[in-house]
């Protein structure tokens, strides 16, 4: 999808920390949002970044690199509840699409 | 509550009946989106709609139809639904398409025999 890339799966255990990465087109870059979604359920806004750097929301945090085209979800102090799948998307300049990424599914082990 | 209703929930219907995705919102939302996700495609635009009598094609429109006569609705309309539209739908509403994070419905589900 327009050149998003993320990891079709990872596992991790309760309690650790896990980053996610997404690769993205960079022409016409407006900024990356991150939202999580619950097997079966609608996708629940995460984040949302637009300037480089990290920004912090409690366990999860969200990173852009603008000039590197790359953002990375990370999670911490992870729980099982955490067990869901991370799409990040991509808005752009001069047109009122997001794009999605097909999605990182995490699976979080006891 | 501030949220996004879509009806039905699930449905399954036969190929070549005309049917009807209804979508509402009650956060005064300009934009509203519709979208369809398939495993290992995620999540793909089908219309979306900047605001009242203004809609535009996504990246995956063909066999599909909105209309948005009212700002708080945004129906998705299949004239004749075939098998390769069964998908799992969602549609999505936000104060705008930069910057603004969607809201989504709880999704339909449709199977097309």
């Known amino acids: 999808g327009q050149n998003i890339d993320q990891p079709t799966e990872m596992t991790a255990t309760e309690g650790a920390i896990v980053q996610i990465n997404c690769t993205y087109q960079t022409s016409g870059f407006n900024g990356l949002f991150w939202y999580q979604q619950h097997a079966g359920e609608a996708p629940t806004f995460l984040s949302y970044?637009?300037?480089?750097g990290l920004e912090e929301k409690g366990r999860f945090s969200s990173f852009l690199s603008r000039s590197k085209g790359y953002s990375y979800l990370l999670l911490k102090e992870l729980q099982m509840k955490d067990s869901a799948s991370y799409l990040c998307a991509r808005a752009g300049l001069n047109t009122d699409k997001l794009i999605f990424g097909t999605g990182t599914r995490l699976q979080v082990f006891p | 509550e501030a949220q996004v209703t879509q009806n039905p929930r699930y449905l399954i219907t036969v190929t070549g009946k005309k049917l009807t995705v209804t979508c509402s919102q009650n956060?005064?939302?300009?934009?509203m989106s519709w979208y369809r996700q398939d495993p290992g495609l995620g999540l793909r635009q089908i219309y979306y709609?900047?605001?009242?009598?203004?809609?535009d094609k996504g990246d995956v429109p063909e066999g599909y139809k909105v209309s948005r006569k009212e700002k708080r609705n945004f129906p998705l309309i299949l004239e004749s639904p075939s098998p390769n539209q069964t998908s799992l739908y969602f549609c999505?509403?936000?104060?705008?398409?930069?910057?603004?994070?969607?809201?989504f419905g709880n999704g339909t589900r449709l199977t097309v025999t």
């Open positions: 999505a509403s936000s104060l705008g398409p930069l910057g603004s994070p969607l809201h």
């Open positions: 970044n637009v300037l480089d």
């Open positions: 709609s900047m605001n009242v009598e203004v809609t």
């Open positions: 956060m005064n939302h300009e934009y």
